[in-house]
């Protein structure tokens, strides 16, 4: 018998994947099934980009590069932090990634072992506490709250902070909730965290130009005092709907930045040549195609939460950010993995139910409102019919 380390008894996996897989099994089968389950932008990659990474592949590009990305992509993601957010980044402690999980894998895999803590939002990305087990250390879930708009708490997360912790992980805009953290509750958290100067913070701002009714996106990148053991994760995928291209970034402290490196070179050794071209002219091009996917974002949001709200026993907080709803349903009498199992087999609609995001998921189900608008109204419709039918006591 082959034995495997006890650590892969530990993983978890992306829920998300399972429900594409049997979607599109249904989907073969004949079934008719709208999927709003997945977060994967339904647009095209930009033209632009597309031929320039076309014309990277004819003009020789078929080789290694650094490890570490490119230098002119390197410089492009620090001189776009700098028009974004008006902040100083050095291209030395930029590194190209193939996907934003890479960072993620990096920090947890730099700070997670026996005996450590590492703090992650719940309900949240499901691979943060995935890897945090993994490693073997503690996963500390930091609960992200209906009631306060899906941002979280600077107070709540200071209180879990312990001498065991290791790394605090925080998202916004989130995965899965749409929430957007405001800058006075950042601000409170930074100043709190003074009190633990041994606490490593990744932020997760992957969905940061996904913003809506005013909200600013507030980077950490901001906050100088955090910034020698501040980690940013950001990428290409969802802002220029690059999912299949697997491009991502992320902003090290320099202490930890040959650790990163090391990393690199033993797992993915670097990023494909010609989609870092890709993602050098998707920074450096015209952003009028980012626009016009944010606003129609903005369109399709505003007629998911309106029909989410109309359904049975159905509320539904207006997300700020990111492409998802998170839709509570508890006053329906169903558990969320059941209803988002039966929408699926029975109205045809691909959902994830809350808690493949966490133990306060509970509740809540997710939808992506990355489709298009039509996709969305029949899938509210077969919804509706399908809660009216299936009222449970």
């Not at 082959?2 to 897989?21: K, M, P, Q, Y």
């Amino acid at each position: 018998m082959l034995h495997i380390t006890d650590a892969f008894s530990r993983i978890g996996e992306e829920n998300a994947f399972s429900v594409l897989a049997r979607a599109t099994e249904l989907q073969r089968q004949g079934k008719d099934i709208i999927n709003l389950g997945i977060g994967q932008p339904d647009f095209r990659t930009p033209e632009n980009i597309v031929e320039a990474a076309i014309k990277a592949l004819r003009d020789g590009h078929h080789g290694y590069t650094p490890a570490t990305g490119i230098l002119p992509l390197r410089e492009a993601v620090a001189a776009d932090l700098h028009k974004r957010f008006g902040v100083d980044v050095s291209p030395d402690l930029v590194m190209i990634v193939p996907g934003g999980k890479v960072t993620m894998f990096m920090a947890i895999l730099m700070f997670g072992e026996p005996g450590a803590e590492i703090l992650y939002p719940d309900p949240g990305f499901p691979i943060y506490r995935s890897m945090i087990e993994f490693t073997g250390a503690k996963a500390v879930p930091v609960p992200i709250r209906e009631e306060n708009g899906f941002a979280f708490s600077a107070d709540e997360t200071l209180a879990l902070i312990t001498p065991k912790t290791r790394l605090l992980i925080i998202n916004s805009p989130a995965n899965p909730t749409g929430g957007v953290t405001p800058k006075a509750e950042i601000d409170k958290l930074v100043k709190g965290l003074e009190r633990f100067p041994d606490v490593a913070i990744m932020s997760d701002e992957i969905y940061a130009q996904m913003t809506y009714d005013g909200e600013q996106h507030q980077t950490l990148l901001a906050y100088p005092e955090i910034r020698h053991r501040l980690i940013l994760l950001d990428g290409w995928s969802k802002t220029y709907a690059m999912t299949g291209w697997r491009m991502g970034y992320s902003v090290w402290p320099k202490p930890l930045y040959d650790a990163a490196r090391k990393l690199a070179v033993n797992s993915f050794s670097c990023v494909n040549a010609s989609a870092q071209y890709g993602g050098l002219e998707a920074l450096t091009g015209p952003q009028d195609a980012v626009h016009a996917m944010v606003q129609e974002f903005d369109r399709r949001r505003k007629v998911v939460v309106e029909g989410l709200n109309k359904l049975p026993n159905v509320s539904a907080a207006t997300p700020k950010g990111a492409f998802y709803a998170f839709p509570n349903i508890s006053k329906t009498g169903w558990r969320a993995k059941p209803l988002a199992s039966a929408l699926l087999e029975e109205a045809g609609v691909a959902t994830i139910g809350g808690p493949d995001f966490g133990v306060h998921g509970e509740g809540f189900i997710r939808l992506s409102y990355a489709n298009s608008t039509e996709n969305i109204l029949r899938a509210l419709e077969r919804i509706e019919k399908f809660l009216n039918e299936h009222a449970q006591k």
